[in-house]
């Protein structure tokens, strides 16, 4: 019965996936990328040391998706285009959190009519120039910027906190999961939907790509579990 039971357990404990090894020079990068910058983190994220571990969970795959793949995103001509068209022009990943302009665009419009979020974040929806094309050129200013990428990444915490303020999580792992497929997918999205997010394995390369893949949300998890403590000292 011993035997069996070790049997089970040593095969389950290989059936997790060592993201470290497999991500190899870009999950160092990005481990790397947050140490350096954990003055910043503080700075932005606040003191509450277990909420900050969090919120970098939900991120840090797209900072290794950015290790990965900084050399070939050349932005400059998208940027031109959602300057002057708009989101439905163009929309695109941009910087360590890969946040796209419609993300930023739809948590202003969240906090705008929030009550409860509006005099919090009000630096995050408001703007000295007035024409919408203006606040799109100060937008992509602000996204571009880690100290902003940072700012947004609190305010989506509080949005989710605030959206789901009913549901509760047995484990933190279960809440890093929810908060990091409504982060990789659609914050706006019904709850079973965003749950449904958590078993895609289409990170990092996207849908329609035949290389091998990975749960967005399991690699979230992995970080939170195994080196969020490097960054942050978990109470």
Same mark, same amino acid.
């Given at each position: 019965?011993?035997?069996?039971?070790?049997?089970?357990?040593?095969?389950?404990?290989?059936?997790?996936?060592?993201?470290?090894?497999?991500?190899?020079?870009?999950?160092?990068?990005?481990? %790397?990328?947050?140490?350096?910058?954990?003055?910043?983190?503080?700075? %932005? !994220?606040?003191?509450?040391?277990?909420?900050?571990?969090?919120?970098?969970?939900?991120?840090?795959?797209?900072?290794?998706?950015?290790?990965?793949?900084?050399? !070939?995103?050349?932005?400059?001509?998208?940027?031109?285009?959602?300057?002057?068209?708009?989101?439905?022009?163009?929309?695109?990943?941009?910087?360590?959190?890969?946040?796209?302009?419609?993300?930023?665009?739809?948590?202003?419009?969240?906090?705008?009519?929030?009550?409860?979020?509006?005099?919090?974040?009000?630096?995050?929806?408001?703007?000295?120039?007035?024409? =919408?094309?203006?606040?799109?050129?100060?937008?992509?200013?602000?996204?571009?910027?880690?100290?902003?990428?940072?700012?947004?990444?609190?305010?989506?915490?509080?949005?989710?906190?605030?959206?789901?303020?009913?549901?509760?999580?047995?484990?933190?792992?279960?809440?890093?999961?929810?908060?990091?497929?409504?982060?990789?997918?659609?914050?706006?999205?019904?709850?079973?939907?965003?749950?449904?997010?958590?078993?895609?394995?289409?990170?990092?390369?996207?849908?329609?790509?035949?290389?091998?893949?990975?749960?967005?949300? =399991?690699?979230?998890?992995?970080?939170?579990?195994?080196?969020?403590?490097?960054?942050?000292?978990?109470?």
């Amino acid at each position: 019965m011993r035997i069996i039971v070790f049997i089970f357990f040593f095969y389950i404990f290989n059936l997790s996936n060592n993201y470290r090894k497999i991500f190899d020079n870009s999950y160092n990068n990005a481990l %790397e990328f947050l140490k350096n910058n954990q003055s910043l983190i503080k700075d %932005e !994220l606040g003191d509450n040391n277990y909420e900050n571990s969090i919120k970098l969970s939900l991120v840090f795959p797209e900072l290794i998706r950015y290790s990965m793949f900084k050399d !070939l995103l050349e932005t400059t001509a998208l940027e031109l285009m959602y300057v002057n068209y708009g989101k439905d022009v163009a929309n695109f990943s941009i910087g360590y959190f890969q946040m796209k302009p419609s993300f930023i665009e739809e948590m202003e419009n969240y906090i705008e009519t929030s009550k409860k979020l509006r005099n919090k974040f009000y630096n995050i929806s408001n703007y000295e120039v007035i024409t =919408d094309k203006e606040k799109r050129k100060v937008r992509i200013i602000r996204i571009k910027s880690l100290k902003w990428q940072l700012r947004y990444l609190n305010c989506f915490y509080s949005i989710m906190t605030d959206r789901f303020e009913e549901k509760t999580y047995k484990k933190t792992s279960k809440k890093i999961r929810f908060y990091s497929s409504a982060y990789y997918h659609d914050f706006l999205a019904p709850e079973n939907e965003i749950h449904l997010w958590e078993k895609k394995t289409i990170f990092p390369y996207g849908m329609l790509n035949s290389n091998k893949q990975y749960s967005y949300t =399991d690699l979230a998890v992995y970080f939170y579990k195994n080196h969020s403590k490097e960054i942050v000292s978990t109470q």
